[in-house]
């Protein structure tokens, strides 16, 4: 008898390690799972945070050049000018001469750069070509 019932103590100790190594091993792989759900999510914000930059500084870019491809068509003598919106800064610059001139636009925004650049003919006012 006195053996059955140390039997019965040792499963009891057993179930108890057997229930805390399981409590352990589920928690371990919670811990993986919540990290690994964070990182890709903060990894999403990162790429989602980049293009949303991205795609304000070809705007702001864009605005710039046309900004100043509207003055060249004012004014044939328009050499350029520097614009600034919020955190962002651009810079028109027109080179050439007589009929065909390029404009030139350099962005910046918030630490992210773009170049861009149209050549124009001025009378009668077009634009032949449109690079980043």
């Not at 805390?20 to 990182?39: P, Q």
């Not at 790429?47 to 044939?76: A, H, P, S, W």
Request: charged share 20%; net charge negative.
């Amino acid at each position: 008898m006195k053996n059955h019932l140390q039997h019965q103590l040792q499963l009891k100790r057993n179930s108890g390690y057997i229930l805390i190594f399981s409590i352990i091993i589920i928690a371990s792989i919670m811990t993986v799972v919540v990290i690994r759900g964070a990182l890709t999510t903060t990894t999403n914000l990162e790429k989602n945070f980049t293009l949303v930059n991205e795609q304000k500084i070809e705007l702001y870019t864009e605005g710039c050049l046309e900004e100043g491809l509207i003055q060249m068509n004012r004014d044939e003598g328009y050499a350029g000018d520097s614009y600034s919106i919020d955190s962002g800064t651009c810079v028109v610059s027109v080179s050439g001469s007589g009929n065909v001139r390029t404009v030139s636009a350099s962005g910046e925004l918030d630490g992210y750069f773009m170049d861009l650049s149209a050549d124009v003919t001025l009378v009668p006012f077009v634009i032949t070509s449109w690079d980043e």
